[in-house]
């Protein structure tokens, strides 16, 4: 049971180029959720999923797209990447509901926007 | 808007040295509590969920408490491996939208 998996674990852009990050989860859950965090700001959510095909906005989703194409995948694109999105992106999951609304995290994307 | 701040930003110990990390909060209709755990270039990794005010949780050396307004992380006789940062998140909505604190360094000495 490997979790919450993050594709790739590190990543050099250059602006105005663009990327794909992966979220996997293998728990079955319906929820999941694109974070980044920046130093002094916490972590803030960017957009989340409630569901298979189902897509919705957070906080600072600006110069992101995410896709839910399969239940257990949960895709942010960057299309044109700028320096400010030098972050590390973290993907969470959860159950709908009950005691089990705990988030769980992944290991972290490191991206580096130059 | 839901608003989170923790304190302090960084706080040193002594191994066995007893402390309290604090987490105030501001949320209409609070669904629950977060604290998770977050080791230098991991993820944050679960701790405890609180739901109501007078909930407490305990874990080895921690032991988490929730009133209407704050909710304190208590660490006992801590030992260098709980060197970490402690995140602090309330959720006030069913979809699960976390607002997270920035978070207190703790760091214990040997």
């Known amino acids: 049971n490997a979790g919450v998996t993050q594709t790739p674990k590190f990543r050099v852009l250059k602006t105005g180029q663009s990327m794909t990050l992966l979220c996997a989860q293998d728990?079955?859950?319906?929820?999941m959720y694109w974070y980044r965090q920046d130093p002094g700001m916490g972590l803030r959510l960017i957009h989340y999923?409630?569901?298979?095909?189902?897509?919705a906005k957070g906080e600072v989703p600006d110069g992101y797209n995410v896709s839910r194409l399969k239940k257990q995948n949960f895709l942010l694109g960057l299309e044109s990447a700028a320096p400010s999105q030098t972050s590390v992106y973290f993907c969470?999951?959860?159950?709908?509901?009950?005691?089990?609304?705990?988030?769980?995290f992944g290991p972290g994307t490191r991206l580096l926007v130059l | 808007e839901d608003q989170v701040t923790q304190s302090p930003e960084a706080l040193r110990l002594q191994e066995g040295e007893s402390s309290s990390l604090n987490c105030s909060y501001t949320?209409?209709?609070?669904?629950?509590l977060f604290w998770y755990r977050q080791d230098p270039g991991k993820g944050p990794e679960f701790l405890f969920t609180?739901?109501?005010a007078g909930e407490e949780k305990e874990k080895e050396r921690l032991k988490a408490t929730l009133t209407k307004k704050e909710s304190f992380l208590h660490i006992t006789a801590p030992k260098p491996e709980d060197s970490a940062t402690y995140l602090c998140?309330?959720?006030?909505?069913?979809?699960?939208?976390?607002?997270f604190g920035q978070g207190t360094i703790l760091t214990v000495h040997p």
């Open positions: 969470a999951s959860r159950a709908p509901s009950g005691d089990q609304e705990t988030q769980y």
């Open positions: 728990m079955n859950h319906e929820y």
């Open positions: 999923s409630v569901g298979e095909g189902t897509t």
């Open positions: 949320v209409s209709g609070l669904r629950g």
């Open positions: 609180l739901y109501s």
């Open positions: 998140a309330v959720q006030r909505t069913s979809y699960g939208k976390l607002t």
